[in-house]
């Protein structure tokens, strides 16, 4: 009888290995639990988690002998931390390995709004360029002032890309970090002051919701621009929506949405916003290390061995 299940949309590539270490239980989501035989159920020691559905006290209660959930993905926010820990179920995550693509998705987005390449390409394409000339001028990155909101294992690789690109960094956190070179402002609205681009990489969760406000939307201003690759719940999507449509905000790029994948159509109809399919950390080489690591979190509980990345 097996041990494991695996919750979520796995490539075939991860399902395999799966199968082959573990040779698992596949459910498409928490929500599927409920349909297992009691004696499944009864067996399942340990969970291999993968996607965004709340994974709350109530769906563990389902798995009487959990030990066990073991996410794919460095955000855990879908899963109640709290309670798991007070049925003495441990947490795994997969941080560090997907750093740099979901920073070099972040600066991506950036510079897409910045140079304006998504419109300047349909501009060519469009025969606009021979008919009608060259493309209009747009906006520079060196030289301007970013701000990370978050500056976390994330919020750090963003940072120094940023600083690559001759951009003068600043950034909130909770505590000011050993940055020498980077400027720490522990009032997020006057960080949104000062800079003429934000970048929000917090965690996310009920502690970060609504964390960017309008107030902060407002001190970025008409020239601002907002990139969040953190989760659409850091950001008070409706204000953001209204400052879109109204200009008060420049532009935004955004990897993540509230409701992905069905965000809210209002979002489609604006030509100030990159959209990107919350494909941040979404490389070949990137998802192959996030579902080794939680493959190695899995085996080592199994084993009786050190969790590698424990959360709780
Ligand atoms: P991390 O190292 O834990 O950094 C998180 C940051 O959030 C830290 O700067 C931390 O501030 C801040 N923070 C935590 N709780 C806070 C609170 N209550 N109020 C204000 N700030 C708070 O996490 P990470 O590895 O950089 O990942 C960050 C997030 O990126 C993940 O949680 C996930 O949601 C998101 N993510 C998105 C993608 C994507 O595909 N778009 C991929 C991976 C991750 P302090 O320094 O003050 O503690």
């Known amino acids: 009888m097996t041990a494991t299940i695996a919750i979520g949309s796995y490539s075939d590539t991860d399902k395999a290995a799966l199968i082959s270490s573990f040779d698992p239980v596949f459910i498409a989501g928490p929500a599927d639990l409920a349909t297992l035989d009691e004696t ?14 709340p994974f709350d006290g109530a769906v563990m209660d389902l ?13 855990y926010d879908a899963i ?20 740099d693509d979901v920073a070099d998705i972040a600066v991506g987005m950036l510079l897409m709004q910045l140079r304006e390449m998504e419109k300047a390409s349909a501009w060519a394409r469009s025969g606009s360029w021979k008919d009608k000339g060259e493309y209009r001028l747009n906006r520079k990155a060196s030289g301007a002032k970013a701000g990370i909101v978050g500056l976390g294992r994330i919020g750090r690789e963003i940072a120094n890309r940023l600083a690559a690109f001759k951009m003068d960094i600043h950034y909130f956190a909770r505590s000011e970090k050993d940055t020498p070179d980077w400027t720490y402002h522990a009032d997020p609205v006057a960080l949104a002051q000062e800079v003429d681009y934000l970048v929000v990489a917090l965690v996310g969760g009920p502690d970060t919701e609504n964390f960017v406000t309008k107030e902060m939307l407002a001190a970025l201003g008409p020239r601002g621009i ?7 719940s850091t950001v008070d999507e409706a204000a953001l929506l209204d400052a879109l449509e109204q200009g008060t905000l420049g532009g935004a790029g955004l990897d993540v949405f509230r409701n992905e994948p069905h965000i809210d159509p209002r ?36 084993a009786g061995s050190a969790l590698l990345t424990p959360v709780n």
Do not use: W
């Open 267 to 302: 979002f489609y109809a604006l030509e100030n916003v990159v959209i990107q399919p919350h494909q941040g950390s979404g490389t070949v080489e990137t998802r192959a290390a996030m579902g080794q690591l939680q493959r190695d979190n899995v085996a080592a509980f199994l």
């Open 80 to 99: 109640d931390v709290v309670a798991a820990s007070a049925r003495g179920i441990k947490v795994t995550n997969t941080p560090d390995v997907l750093n």
């Open 226 to 232: 907002l990139v969040n690759i953190s989760r659409g």
């Open 40 to 53: 499944t159920r009864a067996g399942i020691t340990t969970v291999a988690f993968k996607g965004h559905a």
């Open 63 to 75: 798995l009487p002998k959990l030990g066990l959930i073991a996410n794919f993905g460095v955000g």
